[in-house]
Nanobody, 125 residues
Framework: QVQLVESGGGLVQPGDSLTLSCVASGRTLSIGAMGWFRQAPGKEREFVAAITWSAGYTNYVDSAKGRFTVYRDNAKKTVYLRMHDLRLEDTAVYYC??????????????????WGQGTQVTVSS
């Protein structure tokens, strides 16, 4: 069994920064890619960013480009999402997903085989 545990969420003001972390643990696994999604109240889960595990190729939703950075620590099996200049519309539960074997960094949630429990990010003035 694979477990993903997110942390780092919180309550911040517009313009603030946060860094989320997601640690993968459990049985020996081959990680193809890890990504971040978010879900705001009343909305569908949406793709935010993802990174391939081997080469470090990244992909971002347009609203995250220039503000968010996804990076990983292979030895720690941890993926991070550094978020700057947070906006009210960034408020959501943030989930990390893991794609085994295939280095998929696209927007289809079904391509990610494991998910964490989520961490709440609230941006409020």
């Amino acid at each position: 069994q694979v477990q993903l545990v997110e942390s780092g969420g919180g309550l911040v003001q517009p313009g603030d920064s946060l860094t989320l972390s997601c640690v993968a643990s459990g049985r020996t696994l081959s990680i193809g890619a890890m990504g971040w999604f978010r879900q705001a109240p009343g909305k569908e889960r949406e793709f935010v960013a993802a990174i391939t595990w081997s080469a470090g190729y990244t992909n971002y939703v347009d609203s995250a480009k220039g503000r968010f950075t996804v990076y990983r620590d292979n030895a720690k099996k941890t993926v991070y999402l550094r978020m700057h200049d947070l906006r009210l519309e960034d408020t959501a539960v943030y989930y990390c997903g893991l794609s085994t074997d295939e280095p998929y960094i696209g927007r289809l949630a079904a391509k990610y085989h494991y998910w964490g429990q989520g961490t709440q990010v609230t941006v409020s003035s």
